[in-house]
């Protein structure tokens, strides 16, 4: 039974994917990392920004799922388990490359101010490419926040650095992201 990312969320399929990995069975290892390693594969890419770090910090990643399988005890959380640990070795590798998260405990975080986008040519091309110019703090925050779903305090224990700090980061690369695609939008 070959399981792929569309049909990994029937529970049936996961548990059974999971128990033949926990006794051993190499094809249902490779089963495993061939349903999840593409949608991890985007998150490390989005996080990192580069295609060489995403792939390092995606097998670094699967090489702690595969080594701690036998520790998850539910099955059908092993979508967001795996994630968890994706995102954890994203921010291991960032921390590495020191990534600065600028501290703002003591700013007022304006209410977001409401931008006409009508103005703005929004395709996802360049939305990615602002994104991936952004520097790698409001980059991380950016993708914690809006495709990863984690909340402002999640992020800022995951970054042990202040809820406000997260908010005042995501507000920025929001702004920021805006500005580059203006810039680019005017240089046509």
Request: net charge negative; glycine share 4%; charged share 25%.
């Amino acid at each position: 039974m070959q399981a792929s990312a569309n049909n990994l969320n029937n529970t049936t399929i996961t548990d059974h994917l999971v128990s033949r990995c926990k006794k051993g069975d190499t094809l249902a290892f490779r089963e495993l990392y061939n349903a999840y390693s593409g949608a991890m594969y985007n998150i490390c890419l989005r996080m990192t920004g580069n295609p060489a770090d995403a792939e390092d910090t995606l097998q670094e990643a699967f090489m702690q799922v595969f080594k701690n399988l036998e520790r998850l005890e539910n099955a059908g959380s092993v979508t967001a388990w795996i994630k968890r640990i994706v995102v954890n070795h994203c921010l291991s590798h960032l921390r590495r490359k020191k990534v600065y998260f600028e501290e703002v405990d003591n700013i007022d975080v304006e209410e977001e101010t409401i931008v006409d986008e009508g103005d703005f040519a929004w395709t996802v091309a360049a939305i990615k490419d602002a994104i991936h110019v952004l520097p790698n703090g409001y980059r991380t925050v950016l993708n914690l926040y809006l495709f990863e779903e984690y909340s402002h305090k999640e992020i800022a224990s995951m970054l042990d650095i202040s809820e406000s700090t997260v908010k005042t980061q995501y507000m920025r690369a929001k702004d920021k992201v805006r500005q580059i695609i203006q810039q680019k939008k005017m240089i046509r």
